[in-house]
Protein backbone atom coordinates (compact mmCIF):
# COMPACT_ATOMS: atom_id res chain seq x y z
CA UNK A 1 0.00 0.00 0.00
CA UNK A 2 1.56 3.34 -0.96
CA UNK A 3 3.06 5.28 1.92
CA UNK A 4 0.83 7.83 3.70
CA UNK A 5 -2.83 5.83 2.33
CA UNK A 6 -5.40 6.35 5.06
CA UNK A 7 -6.07 2.47 5.65
CA UNK A 8 -9.43 3.97 6.51
CA UNK A 9 -10.47 5.48 2.95
CA UNK A 10 -12.58 2.96 0.63
CA UNK A 11 -11.73 4.60 -2.61
CA UNK A 12 -9.37 2.72 -5.19
CA UNK A 13 -5.94 3.67 -5.40
CA UNK A 14 -5.00 4.83 -9.20
CA UNK A 15 -2.88 1.66 -9.23
CA UNK A 16 -5.82 -0.72 -8.19
CA UNK A 17 -8.37 1.48 -10.63
CA UNK A 18 -5.52 0.58 -13.79
CA UNK A 19 -4.99 -2.62 -12.54
CA UNK A 20 -9.22 -3.59 -12.81
CA UNK A 21 -9.24 -1.32 -16.31
CA UNK A 22 -7.01 -3.77 -17.72
CA UNK A 23 -8.75 -7.15 -16.19
CA UNK A 24 -12.00 -6.07 -17.91
CA UNK A 25 -10.19 -5.07 -21.30
CA UNK A 26 -8.76 -8.68 -21.48
CA UNK A 27 -12.43 -10.18 -20.45
CA UNK A 28 -14.02 -8.60 -22.98
CA UNK A 29 -11.01 -9.38 -25.50
CA UNK A 30 -11.49 -12.88 -24.32
CA UNK A 31 -14.87 -13.23 -26.19
CA UNK A 32 -13.33 -12.70 -29.63
CA UNK A 33 -11.39 -15.80 -28.79
CA UNK A 34 -7.70 -14.62 -28.22
CA UNK A 35 -4.84 -16.70 -27.29
CA UNK A 36 -2.77 -16.20 -23.92
CA UNK A 37 -0.06 -14.76 -26.17
CA UNK A 38 -2.26 -12.20 -28.12
CA UNK A 39 -3.91 -10.94 -24.11
CA UNK A 40 -0.62 -10.37 -23.17
CA UNK A 41 0.97 -8.39 -26.06
CA UNK A 42 -2.46 -6.22 -25.62
CA UNK A 43 -1.60 -5.30 -21.73
CA UNK A 44 1.55 -4.68 -22.68
CA UNK A 45 0.87 -2.41 -25.53
CA UNK A 46 -1.66 -0.58 -22.98
CA UNK A 47 1.20 -0.25 -20.29
CA UNK A 48 3.07 1.12 -22.59
CA UNK A 49 1.15 3.91 -23.90
CA UNK A 50 -0.28 4.80 -20.68
CA UNK A 51 -4.17 4.49 -21.58
CA UNK A 52 -5.62 6.40 -19.03
CA UNK A 53 -9.56 5.58 -19.25
CA UNK A 54 -10.18 9.13 -19.32
CA UNK A 55 -13.40 9.73 -21.36
CA UNK A 56 -12.51 9.92 -25.10
CA UNK A 57 -9.16 8.92 -24.93
CA UNK A 58 -8.37 6.41 -27.48
CA UNK A 59 -5.12 4.08 -28.64
CA UNK A 60 -5.02 2.03 -31.92
CA UNK A 61 -2.85 -1.09 -32.08
CA UNK A 62 -2.75 -2.69 -35.57
CA UNK A 63 -1.97 -6.47 -36.18
CA UNK A 64 -0.89 -7.57 -39.86
CA UNK A 65 -1.42 -10.77 -40.28
CA UNK A 66 -4.35 -11.30 -37.55
CA UNK A 67 -7.96 -11.06 -36.79
CA UNK A 68 -9.17 -8.55 -35.93
CA UNK A 69 -6.12 -6.94 -37.80
CA UNK A 70 -6.91 -3.83 -35.68
CA UNK A 71 -7.98 -3.04 -32.10
CA UNK A 72 -9.23 0.49 -30.51
CA UNK A 73 -8.92 1.45 -27.16
CA UNK A 74 -11.19 3.82 -25.97
CA UNK A 75 -12.09 5.18 -22.80
CA UNK A 76 -15.13 5.71 -21.29
CA UNK A 77 -14.11 7.63 -18.05
CA UNK A 78 -16.28 7.20 -15.03
CA UNK A 79 -18.70 4.94 -16.98
CA UNK A 80 -21.46 7.55 -16.71
CA UNK A 81 -23.75 8.21 -20.30
CA UNK A 82 -21.68 11.40 -20.79
CA UNK A 83 -18.69 9.01 -21.11
CA UNK A 84 -19.78 7.04 -23.12
CA UNK A 85 -21.16 9.60 -25.04
CA UNK A 86 -17.62 10.63 -25.87
CA UNK A 87 -16.46 7.29 -26.53
CA UNK A 88 -18.93 7.13 -29.18
CA UNK A 89 -17.85 10.29 -30.48
CA UNK A 90 -14.04 9.39 -30.22
CA UNK A 91 -14.74 6.09 -31.77
CA UNK A 92 -17.38 7.83 -34.99
CA UNK A 93 -14.35 9.49 -36.15
CA UNK A 94 -11.16 7.08 -35.42
CA UNK A 95 -12.84 4.30 -37.42
CA UNK A 96 -14.41 6.63 -40.17
CA UNK A 97 -12.71 4.93 -42.92
CA UNK A 98 -14.00 1.69 -41.86
CA UNK A 99 -16.75 0.25 -43.23
CA UNK A 100 -17.92 -1.75 -39.94
CA UNK A 101 -16.88 -1.45 -36.21
CA UNK A 102 -17.24 -3.96 -33.58
CA UNK A 103 -17.78 -2.70 -30.26
CA UNK A 104 -17.18 -5.23 -27.34
CA UNK A 105 -19.34 -3.79 -24.52
CA UNK A 106 -18.42 -4.46 -21.13
CA UNK A 107 -19.72 -6.72 -18.18
CA UNK A 108 -20.70 -3.68 -16.24
CA UNK A 109 -22.25 -1.93 -19.56
CA UNK A 110 -25.97 0.10 -18.67
CA UNK A 111 -28.66 0.85 -21.16
CA UNK A 112 -27.62 4.66 -20.13
CA UNK A 113 -24.00 3.85 -21.08
CA UNK A 114 -25.59 2.53 -24.38
CA UNK A 115 -28.20 5.45 -24.92
CA UNK A 116 -24.72 8.06 -24.56
CA UNK A 117 -22.52 5.55 -26.82
CA UNK A 118 -25.53 5.66 -29.36
CA UNK A 119 -25.41 9.28 -29.68
CA UNK A 120 -22.12 9.90 -29.35
CA UNK A 121 -21.49 7.79 -32.85
CA UNK A 122 -24.34 8.86 -34.77
CA UNK A 123 -23.87 12.63 -33.71
CA UNK A 124 -20.44 12.57 -34.47
CA UNK A 125 -20.70 10.88 -38.31
CA UNK A 126 -23.13 13.88 -39.05
CA UNK A 127 -22.13 15.56 -42.47
CA UNK A 128 -23.77 18.24 -44.26
CA UNK A 129 -22.78 18.60 -47.74
CA UNK A 130 -24.49 19.92 -50.89
CA UNK A 131 -22.70 19.02 -54.16
CA UNK A 132 -19.47 17.40 -53.23
CA UNK A 133 -18.94 13.96 -52.20
CA UNK A 134 -18.90 13.21 -48.51
CA UNK A 135 -15.93 12.14 -46.78
CA UNK A 136 -15.66 8.33 -45.51
CA UNK A 137 -18.29 7.53 -42.84
CA UNK A 138 -18.72 4.46 -40.31
CA UNK A 139 -21.20 3.12 -42.00
CA UNK A 140 -22.57 -0.23 -39.56
CA UNK A 141 -21.17 -0.52 -35.78
CA UNK A 142 -21.78 -4.00 -34.15
CA UNK A 143 -22.29 -3.82 -30.39
CA UNK A 144 -21.75 -7.33 -29.01
CA UNK A 145 -22.96 -7.38 -25.14
CA UNK A 146 -21.43 -9.01 -22.30
CA UNK A 147 -23.32 -12.78 -21.36
CA UNK A 148 -26.15 -12.52 -19.22
CA UNK A 149 -26.11 -9.17 -19.92
CA UNK A 150 -30.26 -7.22 -19.88
CA UNK A 151 -30.61 -7.58 -23.87
CA UNK A 152 -33.77 -5.38 -24.22
CA UNK A 153 -33.41 -2.95 -21.78
CA UNK A 154 -30.08 -2.15 -24.01
CA UNK A 155 -31.79 -2.38 -26.98
CA UNK A 156 -34.78 -0.31 -26.16
CA UNK A 157 -31.68 2.40 -24.87
CA UNK A 158 -30.15 1.92 -28.13
CA UNK A 159 -33.42 2.86 -30.21
CA UNK A 160 -34.35 6.13 -27.68
CA UNK A 161 -30.66 7.38 -29.06
CA UNK A 162 -31.31 6.60 -32.47
CA UNK A 163 -34.57 9.07 -32.09
CA UNK A 164 -33.05 11.30 -30.26
CA UNK A 165 -29.58 11.57 -32.83
CA UNK A 166 -32.00 11.78 -36.10
CA UNK A 167 -34.16 14.12 -34.34
CA UNK A 168 -30.79 16.01 -33.88
CA UNK A 169 -29.38 15.22 -37.04
CA UNK A 170 -32.56 17.05 -38.83
CA UNK A 171 -32.19 20.28 -37.05
CA UNK A 172 -28.78 20.09 -37.91
CA UNK A 173 -29.79 19.97 -41.95
CA UNK A 174 -32.58 22.25 -41.74
CA UNK A 175 -30.35 25.09 -39.89
CA UNK A 176 -26.84 23.97 -42.62
CA UNK A 177 -29.23 24.45 -45.43
CA UNK A 178 -28.56 27.67 -47.57
CA UNK A 179 -31.16 30.25 -47.34
CA UNK A 180 -31.25 30.49 -51.09
CA UNK A 181 -33.18 27.17 -50.50
CA UNK A 182 -34.65 27.33 -47.25
CA UNK A 183 -37.60 29.79 -47.54
CA UNK A 184 -40.36 29.85 -44.78
CA UNK A 185 -42.15 27.92 -47.19
CA UNK A 186 -39.73 25.53 -47.82
CA UNK A 187 -39.08 24.90 -44.13
CA UNK A 188 -42.93 24.33 -43.58
CA UNK A 189 -42.68 21.78 -45.96
CA UNK A 190 -39.78 20.18 -44.77
CA UNK A 191 -41.67 19.67 -40.97
CA UNK A 192 -45.03 18.57 -42.98
CA UNK A 193 -43.16 15.59 -44.55
CA UNK A 194 -41.31 15.13 -41.19
CA UNK A 195 -44.41 14.77 -39.41
CA UNK A 196 -46.19 12.71 -41.71
CA UNK A 197 -43.64 10.10 -40.77
CA UNK A 198 -44.86 10.04 -37.25
CA UNK A 199 -47.86 8.41 -36.38
CA UNK A 200 -50.36 11.12 -34.13
CA UNK A 201 -48.22 14.05 -35.02
CA UNK A 202 -50.55 16.98 -36.67
CA UNK A 203 -49.49 19.82 -38.39
CA UNK A 204 -50.73 23.28 -39.20
CA UNK A 205 -49.39 25.98 -41.30
CA UNK A 206 -50.87 29.85 -41.69
CA UNK A 207 -49.46 31.21 -44.37
CA UNK A 208 -49.66 34.79 -44.83
CA UNK A 209 -53.16 35.43 -45.91
CA UNK A 210 -54.02 32.76 -42.53
CA UNK A 211 -51.86 35.01 -40.13
CA UNK A 212 -53.65 38.27 -41.75
CA UNK A 213 -57.05 37.27 -40.44
CA UNK A 214 -55.65 36.06 -37.41
CA UNK A 215 -53.52 39.21 -36.07
CA UNK A 216 -50.47 37.72 -36.40
CA UNK A 217 -49.16 41.46 -37.39
CA UNK A 218 -45.59 41.41 -35.79
CA UNK A 219 -44.70 38.07 -38.03
CA UNK A 220 -46.31 39.48 -41.37
CA UNK A 221 -43.99 43.08 -40.24
CA UNK A 222 -40.58 40.99 -40.11
CA UNK A 223 -41.51 39.20 -43.25
CA UNK A 224 -43.04 42.31 -45.20
CA UNK A 225 -39.42 43.20 -46.98
CA UNK A 226 -38.87 39.36 -48.21
CA UNK A 227 -40.94 37.81 -51.50
CA UNK A 228 -40.88 35.25 -49.54
CA UNK A 229 -43.68 35.26 -47.38
CA UNK A 230 -43.92 34.06 -43.67
CA UNK A 231 -45.70 31.37 -42.14
CA UNK A 232 -46.06 30.13 -38.75
CA UNK A 233 -46.32 26.11 -38.36
CA UNK A 234 -48.14 24.87 -35.32
CA UNK A 235 -47.05 20.86 -34.66
CA UNK A 236 -49.04 19.18 -32.04
CA UNK A 237 -48.97 16.17 -30.04
CA UNK A 238 -51.81 14.84 -28.00
CA UNK A 239 -51.36 11.79 -26.93
CA UNK A 240 -54.83 10.05 -25.19
CA UNK A 241 -54.73 10.46 -21.13
CA UNK A 242 -52.18 12.97 -21.10
CA UNK A 243 -52.46 15.58 -18.11
CA UNK A 244 -49.90 17.84 -19.10
CA UNK A 245 -49.74 20.16 -22.00
CA UNK A 246 -45.76 22.31 -23.19
CA UNK A 247 -45.85 24.55 -25.66
CA UNK A 248 -42.11 25.14 -27.45
CA UNK A 249 -41.47 27.96 -29.48
CA UNK A 250 -38.65 28.86 -31.95
CA UNK A 251 -36.98 31.69 -33.67
CA UNK A 252 -37.56 30.86 -37.31
CA UNK A 253 -36.11 34.30 -38.82
CA UNK A 254 -35.11 32.16 -42.42
CA UNK A 255 -32.30 34.50 -43.00
CA UNK A 256 -31.65 37.80 -40.89
CA UNK A 257 -30.48 41.05 -42.95
CA UNK A 258 -31.27 42.99 -40.47
CA UNK A 259 -33.58 44.68 -42.32
CA UNK A 260 -33.64 48.81 -42.96
CA UNK A 261 -30.89 48.79 -39.89
CA UNK A 262 -29.04 46.44 -41.86
CA UNK A 263 -26.10 44.04 -40.51
CA UNK A 264 -22.27 44.70 -41.55
CA UNK A 265 -21.30 41.94 -43.54
CA UNK A 266 -19.49 40.02 -41.05
CA UNK A 267 -22.60 39.87 -38.71
CA UNK A 268 -24.87 38.69 -41.56
CA UNK A 269 -22.34 35.71 -43.54
CA UNK A 270 -23.84 32.99 -40.78
CA UNK A 271 -27.71 34.01 -40.74
CA UNK A 272 -29.03 31.13 -42.23
CA UNK A 273 -28.60 29.88 -38.67
CA UNK A 274 -31.09 32.52 -37.36
CA UNK A 275 -33.72 29.70 -37.01
CA UNK A 276 -32.39 27.34 -34.94
CA UNK A 277 -34.39 27.68 -31.95
CA UNK A 278 -37.33 26.67 -34.74
CA UNK A 279 -35.36 23.64 -35.89
CA UNK A 280 -34.70 22.33 -32.17
CA UNK A 281 -38.50 22.67 -30.97
CA UNK A 282 -39.34 21.09 -34.18
CA UNK A 283 -36.40 18.08 -33.61
CA UNK A 284 -37.65 17.44 -30.12
CA UNK A 285 -41.23 17.03 -30.78
CA UNK A 286 -40.78 14.93 -33.28
CA UNK A 287 -38.30 12.69 -30.98
CA UNK A 288 -40.95 13.30 -27.91
CA UNK A 289 -43.85 11.62 -30.31
CA UNK A 290 -41.78 8.81 -31.68
CA UNK A 291 -40.72 7.87 -27.99
CA UNK A 292 -44.63 8.03 -27.26
CA UNK A 293 -44.45 10.46 -24.37
CA UNK A 294 -47.25 10.61 -22.44
CA UNK A 295 -47.29 14.18 -22.79
CA UNK A 296 -49.36 17.03 -24.57
CA UNK A 297 -46.75 18.89 -26.89
CA UNK A 298 -47.33 21.73 -29.06
CA UNK A 299 -44.54 22.87 -31.18
CA UNK A 300 -44.66 26.62 -32.62
CA UNK A 301 -42.08 28.08 -35.51
CA UNK A 302 -42.95 31.67 -36.41
CA UNK A 303 -40.99 31.26 -39.64
CA UNK A 304 -40.29 35.26 -41.94
CA UNK A 305 -37.02 36.58 -43.59
CA UNK A 306 -35.99 39.74 -42.23
CA UNK A 307 -35.27 40.80 -45.97
CA UNK A 308 -34.18 44.75 -47.21
CA UNK A 309 -37.40 45.87 -49.24
CA UNK A 310 -39.97 48.32 -49.97
CA UNK A 311 -42.71 46.68 -47.85
CA UNK A 312 -39.72 46.59 -45.13
CA UNK A 313 -40.65 47.11 -42.09
CA UNK A 314 -38.92 50.54 -40.37
CA UNK A 315 -37.86 52.45 -37.34
CA UNK A 316 -40.51 54.16 -35.37
CA UNK A 317 -43.33 51.77 -37.00
CA UNK A 318 -45.92 50.66 -34.31
CA UNK A 319 -46.79 46.78 -35.12
CA UNK A 320 -49.83 45.02 -32.99
CA UNK A 321 -48.99 42.18 -31.79
CA UNK A 322 -51.30 38.63 -32.08
CA UNK A 323 -53.71 39.72 -28.47
CA UNK A 324 -53.31 43.55 -28.86
CA UNK A 325 -49.66 44.51 -27.04
CA UNK A 326 -47.94 47.18 -29.13
CA UNK A 327 -44.14 47.27 -30.02
CA UNK A 328 -42.47 50.93 -31.09
CA UNK A 329 -39.88 49.50 -33.63
CA UNK A 330 -36.23 51.17 -32.59
CA UNK A 331 -34.12 48.70 -34.62
CA UNK A 332 -35.39 46.20 -37.12
CA UNK A 333 -32.12 44.10 -36.42
CA UNK A 334 -34.01 42.97 -33.27
CA UNK A 335 -37.08 41.18 -34.78
CA UNK A 336 -36.51 37.80 -33.39
CA UNK A 337 -38.07 38.91 -30.26
CA UNK A 338 -41.09 40.06 -32.39
CA UNK A 339 -41.95 36.93 -34.19
CA UNK A 340 -41.82 35.18 -30.70
CA UNK A 341 -44.44 37.86 -29.41
CA UNK A 342 -46.67 36.91 -31.29
CA UNK A 343 -46.40 33.22 -31.30
CA UNK A 344 -46.06 33.02 -27.29
CA UNK A 345 -49.25 35.62 -27.07
CA UNK A 346 -50.90 32.91 -29.40
CA UNK A 347 -49.99 29.95 -27.14
CA UNK A 348 -50.78 31.73 -24.16
CA UNK A 349 -54.02 32.76 -24.70
CA UNK A 350 -55.78 30.07 -27.05
CA UNK A 351 -53.99 26.72 -26.32
CA UNK A 352 -53.59 27.46 -22.23
CA UNK A 353 -50.92 25.41 -21.76
CA UNK A 354 -49.03 24.47 -18.40
CA UNK A 355 -45.79 25.58 -19.39
CA UNK A 356 -44.06 27.85 -22.21
CA UNK A 357 -40.41 27.24 -23.24
CA UNK A 358 -39.08 29.59 -25.96
CA UNK A 359 -35.86 28.89 -27.83
CA UNK A 360 -33.93 31.75 -30.06
CA UNK A 361 -30.63 32.83 -31.45
CA UNK A 362 -31.74 35.90 -30.38
CA UNK A 363 -28.81 38.31 -28.86
CA UNK A 364 -25.07 38.44 -29.58
CA UNK A 365 -24.33 39.69 -25.60
CA UNK A 366 -25.35 35.91 -24.88
CA UNK A 367 -21.96 34.77 -26.81
CA UNK A 368 -20.53 37.25 -25.00
CA UNK A 369 -21.50 36.45 -21.55
CA UNK A 370 -21.41 32.52 -21.70
CA UNK A 371 -18.82 32.05 -25.00
CA UNK A 372 -19.62 29.29 -27.49
CA UNK A 373 -20.98 25.94 -25.63
CA UNK A 374 -23.44 27.80 -22.74
CA UNK A 375 -26.92 28.92 -23.25
CA UNK A 376 -28.50 31.87 -21.12
CA UNK A 377 -31.61 30.78 -18.86
CA UNK A 378 -34.71 32.92 -17.76
CA UNK A 379 -37.19 31.97 -15.67
CA UNK A 380 -39.08 33.61 -12.44
CA UNK A 381 -39.55 29.57 -11.91
CA UNK A 382 -36.44 28.20 -9.60
CA UNK A 383 -37.82 24.66 -10.05
CA UNK A 384 -38.65 25.17 -14.13
CA UNK A 385 -35.12 26.73 -14.32
CA UNK A 386 -33.78 23.57 -12.47
CA UNK A 387 -35.19 20.98 -14.65
CA UNK A 388 -34.18 22.65 -17.64
CA UNK A 389 -30.39 22.40 -15.83
CA UNK A 390 -30.50 19.31 -15.10
CA UNK A 391 -31.86 18.05 -18.32
CA UNK A 392 -29.45 20.05 -20.01
CA UNK A 393 -26.35 18.72 -18.23
CA UNK A 394 -27.78 15.12 -18.60
CA UNK A 395 -28.42 15.63 -22.17
CA UNK A 396 -24.36 17.02 -22.65
CA UNK A 397 -25.49 20.14 -23.27
CA UNK A 398 -25.04 23.59 -20.99
CA UNK A 399 -27.14 26.37 -20.01
CA UNK A 400 -26.58 28.96 -16.95
CA UNK A 401 -28.99 30.48 -15.04
CA UNK A 402 -28.86 34.44 -15.55
CA UNK A 403 -31.34 36.92 -13.96
CA UNK A 404 -34.52 38.78 -14.68
CA UNK A 405 -33.58 42.27 -12.69
CA UNK A 406 -37.18 44.02 -12.64
CA UNK A 407 -35.61 47.38 -12.42
CA UNK A 408 -34.13 47.20 -16.09
CA UNK A 409 -37.86 47.14 -17.43
CA UNK A 410 -38.54 50.55 -17.01
CA UNK A 411 -36.23 50.86 -20.82
CA UNK A 412 -38.47 49.16 -22.30
CA UNK A 413 -41.17 52.28 -22.21
CA UNK A 414 -42.81 53.69 -25.14
CA UNK A 415 -44.50 57.50 -25.56
CA UNK A 416 -46.64 55.86 -28.72
CA UNK A 417 -47.19 52.19 -27.61
CA UNK A 418 -46.87 49.78 -24.84
CA UNK A 419 -43.16 48.62 -25.10
CA UNK A 420 -40.08 48.88 -27.10
CA UNK A 421 -38.62 46.42 -29.21
CA UNK A 422 -34.88 47.39 -28.49
CA UNK A 423 -32.50 49.87 -25.98
CA UNK A 424 -29.37 51.08 -25.85
CA UNK A 425 -28.96 50.62 -22.39
CA UNK A 426 -26.75 47.40 -22.07
CA UNK A 427 -27.06 43.93 -21.31
CA UNK A 428 -28.64 43.04 -24.83
CA UNK A 429 -29.65 39.35 -23.58
CA UNK A 430 -31.69 40.45 -20.41
CA UNK A 431 -33.51 43.02 -22.22
CA UNK A 432 -34.54 40.79 -24.73
CA UNK A 433 -36.10 38.28 -22.12
CA UNK A 434 -37.56 40.89 -19.92
CA UNK A 435 -39.64 42.22 -23.65
CA UNK A 436 -40.52 38.53 -24.18
CA UNK A 437 -41.70 38.35 -20.90
CA UNK A 438 -44.62 40.60 -21.31
CA UNK A 439 -46.16 38.26 -23.55
CA UNK A 440 -46.57 35.26 -20.92
CA UNK A 441 -49.61 36.41 -19.48
CA UNK A 442 -50.49 34.29 -16.82
CA UNK A 443 -47.63 32.08 -17.80
CA UNK A 444 -45.40 34.61 -16.12
CA UNK A 445 -44.16 31.93 -13.50
CA UNK A 446 -44.25 28.94 -15.48
CA UNK A 447 -42.09 30.50 -17.88
CA UNK A 448 -38.18 30.17 -19.89
CA UNK A 449 -36.15 31.25 -22.08
CA UNK A 450 -32.87 30.07 -23.54
CA UNK A 451 -30.82 32.39 -25.62
CA UNK A 452 -28.87 29.81 -27.54
CA UNK A 453 -27.38 31.91 -30.25
CA UNK A 454 -23.55 31.30 -29.87
CA UNK A 455 -24.04 27.26 -28.92
CA UNK A 456 -26.06 27.06 -32.26
CA UNK A 457 -23.17 26.62 -34.49
CA UNK A 458 -19.68 24.99 -33.76
CA UNK A 459 -16.78 26.62 -35.47
CA UNK A 460 -15.11 23.05 -35.67
CA UNK A 461 -15.82 19.24 -34.66
CA UNK A 462 -16.18 18.84 -30.51
CA UNK A 463 -16.92 15.51 -28.85
CA UNK A 464 -20.20 14.76 -30.41
CA UNK A 465 -20.47 18.23 -32.04
CA UNK A 466 -19.65 18.78 -36.19
CA UNK A 467 -18.23 21.97 -37.55
CA UNK A 468 -21.58 23.68 -38.62
CA UNK A 469 -24.82 23.52 -36.89
CA UNK A 470 -25.22 21.57 -33.83
CA UNK A 471 -28.98 21.28 -33.60
CA UNK A 472 -28.34 22.30 -29.81
CA UNK A 473 -31.45 22.08 -27.78
CA UNK A 474 -33.28 19.38 -29.38
CA UNK A 475 -31.68 16.82 -26.15
CA UNK A 476 -32.26 19.32 -23.42
CA UNK A 477 -35.48 19.49 -25.11
CA UNK A 478 -36.40 16.07 -24.72
CA UNK A 479 -34.82 14.96 -21.28
CA UNK A 480 -36.84 18.05 -19.79
CA UNK A 481 -39.97 16.31 -21.61
CA UNK A 482 -38.97 13.14 -20.65
CA UNK A 483 -38.58 14.09 -17.29
CA UNK A 484 -42.04 16.07 -17.28
CA UNK A 485 -43.94 13.20 -18.65
CA UNK A 486 -42.58 11.10 -16.46
Known sequence: MPAGKDTTDPSPSSEELAAARLAAVRSALARLKLGPADLDDITAFLLDVEHSGSAGTIHKLPRAGHRPDKLLFVGVGAGDEAGWRAAGAKLAR??????????????????????????????????FRLGADEPPELRRVVL??????????????????????????????????????????????????????????????????????????????????????????????????????VVLVGKGITFDTGGICVKPLSGMKLMRKDMAGAAAVIGATLAAAALRLPLRITALAPLAENALGADSFRPGDVVRHYGGITSEIHNTDAEGRLVLGDAMAYAVRRLRPDAIIDLATLTGAQGVALGKRTAALYSHSDTLASSLAEAAAAAGESMWRMPLHDDYFEALGSDVADIVNSTDVGAGSLMAALYLREFTGSLREQWAHLDMSSPAWADSADGELTKGATGWGVRTLLRWLETSAG
Open 94 to 127: SASGEPTLTLLLPQDVTPAAVRGLGEGLWLASYR
Open 144 to 245: ASPPGAADADLAAALAAAKIVAESTRLARDLTNMPSDEKTPAWFAKRVEKAAAGVAGLTTTVRDPKALAEEGFNAILAVGGGSTRGPRLVEMSWRPRGAKRH
